[in-house]
């Protein structure tokens, strides 16, 4: 059987909604919004204690809040996405595979990573991803502007993820955008991360870039498609209400 762990990258802070904690633990329903998403992890058995990679500053209020529901790793500086994943590669010995998260994501239903995770061991070389199509970038989709952009080939095979600020107007006019769901072979993706570059407007080492490096070598890159309000991220107030109201639609 293939052993999977799952990463949710959970060290970002919450300057965007106005708060003091870091985003993660901004509550949704009175529950840290990262809460709802362990609860899929969990439930869907894919990884019974999933990894949160956390800022050094906020590990002891991500341990007494969450309590003993995860393991942890530290990003001790914020260096962006691909060093994130990079940090928690000790707490993740012995693993096959990795499916990667946001903490900030806190509705992805447990059958959504389920498919993830099938679609994955059904090619265990792969690299196998979620991407979500909205109908326009009006509301209640106006917080996917921000998104990355999934390029794709005449064949319709993925060439690479653009992250918006990179993108060209042309690029900016595509509506499958990457909700950041993947699930990696663990061996390969500790090799491709070093090799990242900060070449990019934010001047971080950017997950997404692993991806060309896949193209680039004839991996297989396999893609099935997820609800924009299953995998809807939270990074303003604006989003935060949203969220709320999608929240509440879902306990109905």
């Known amino acids: 059987m ?3 762990r799952v990463v949710i990258l959970a060290a970002g802070k919450g300057k965007r909604m106005g708060s003091e904690l870091p985003k ?3 509550a949704i329903s009175g529950r840290p919004m990262i809460a709802h998403l362990i609860d899929s992890v969990v439930k869907s058995g894919v990884d019974t204690r999933p990894i949160v990679v956390v800022a050094p500053d906020y590990l002891e209020l991500f341990k007494q809040t969450l309590g ?5 790793a530290v990003q001790t500086e914020q260096l962006g996405t691909g060093h994130a994943v990079l940090q928690a590669k000790e707490v993740i010995a012995g693993a096959d595979s990795v499916v ?9 239903p447990a059958s959504t990573l389920l498919e993830l995770v099938k679609l994955h061991d059904e090619q265990p070389d792969s690299v196998a991803m979620l991407t979500s199509t909205v109908p326009n970038y009006e509301a ?6 921000s998104w990355g952009r999934i390029l794709r080939g005449s064949k319709g095979e993925v060439e690479d993820i653009r992250e918006v600020k990179d993108c060209t107007e042309t690029e900016k006019a595509i509506r499958e955008v990457n909700p950041a769901l993947y699930a990696f072979p663990c061996v390969w993706l500790w090799q491709q991360l070093p090799k990242l570059d900060t070449e990019n407007a934010s001047q971080e080492f950017y997950l997404t870039d692993v991806i060309p490096l896949a193209v680039a070598e004839g991996r297989p890159i396999v893609t099935a498609s997820a609800d924009p309000l299953d995998v809807m991220g939270v990074n303003t107030l ?8 999608v ?3 879902k306990s109905l």
């Open 140 to 145: 209640p989709y106006d917080a996917f502007k």
């Open 24 to 26: 993660p633990l901004v």
């Open 2 to 4: 293939n052993k999977t």
């Open 247 to 249: 929240f509440n639609k």
């Open 68 to 72: 003993d529901v995860c393991d942890y």
């Open 100 to 108: 990667v998260l946001y903490g900030d994501h806190p509705f992805i």
């Open 238 to 245: 604006d989003e935060l209400k949203r969220a709320e109201e």
